[in-house]
């Protein structure tokens, strides 16, 4: 089969790689239709370490790509909820299935959770075939009434949204800041007003994805004038509820700049390398910092309702469509920002 191979830091290559085989009987083989690229998967592009992998070093070549749809093509014995010529999208990675936090619901922090594509240690479906390992839990039939675009979101971007702004503990009537607006911090921005914020400060020195931000409603701000504007629109209090989707090391310092005392302030943006949080300021503003990588699984049976209703659109977020085949070049113009690129679907 094609498929873009990771050979090493800044090489991804469309090159020919041997087609996946079912590598349990809970897998399926799926034929890939679309694909994204995640922020994420800039730091594997980068070279910096992510989690246990390593890319520094001498790497096997594997297949990326963690966000993915696509068709059911075989099914091992022991998958009991689908079967071949199904449309489906996956969750990021897989979890055991087994272990207490699997079986509570927060898969992700299962030990054994494993990421499609980052490593080794699992392929990825930037790939015209992909082995996806616990069926029955990872993966979701294409809901009704969802777009293409949704399905595709709903394999990470949005699930990251909703995980990372639930944990906000956001009320009807709160004041919320989103720190960083890449597709993530956009869904965040619609997802506050959805679940009632009365005003979202949305933040980002990317003009155009500030105009975005403005166009959901939000008071969008260049990070240069954040701090002055919320304070003095918060009477100086600051901010309840801020949402970090960036992780940048400018990112997570405005973030904690911005909140409030006795505020919750919730991090899903995967920190730069040199990123620290200025404890002092968190300890005498009382606030309450969570950080985590979303369960995606565990996301879908709030979200999907949400998007069969109307009530969340999460709309013009693919900026780009482009073929698997010049995957190698999305990677670099995505790395580059250039073309004011927000996220690129891949079709295979
Ligand atoms: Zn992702
Ligand atoms: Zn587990």
Known sequence: MKALVFNGPRDIQYETFPDPSLATDNSVILKVERCSICGSDLHMYHGENLGKASYSGGVTPFCVGHEFTGEIVEVGSQVHRFRVGQQVLASGGAPCGKCKNCLSGHAQRCAGWTAFGLSGAMNGGQAEF??????????????????????????????????????????????????????????????????????????????????????????????????????????????????????????????????????????????????????????YKDITIRAGVASVIDQWPHLIPLLQHGRLKAEGLFSHTMALSEGAEAYRMFDRREDNVLKIMMTV
Not at 152 to 161: E, K, S
Not at 177 to 204: K, N, Q
Not at 241 to 268: C, H, N, P, Y
């Open 130 to 283: 992909v082995n996806v390992p616990m069926a029955d839990l990872t993966l979701q039939p294409i809901p009704e009434g969802v777009t293409v675009e949704h399905s595709i979101l709903l394999t990470d971007a949005m699930c990251t949204a909703y995980f990372g702004l639930t944990r906000t503990n956001l009320e009807p009537g709160d004041v919320v800041a989103v720190v960083g607006l890449g597709p993530i911090g956009l869904i965040g921005v619609e997802l506050a007003f959805t679940l009632g914020a009365s005003e979202v400060f949305a933040i980002d020195p990317v003009s155009h994805r500030r105009g975005h931000a403005r166009a959901l409603g939000a008071t969008a701000l260049d990070p240069s004038e954040a701090l002055p504007v919320i304070m003095d629109k918060t009477l100086g209090a600051g901010v309840p509820r801020v949402f970090e989707a960036s992780g940048s090391k400018d990112a997570v310092a405005l973030a904690i700049k911005v909140a409030g005392a006795g505020s919750t302030a919730s991090f899903v943006g995967l920190p730069q390398p040199d990123v620290q949080l200025p404890m002092l300021k968190v300890l």
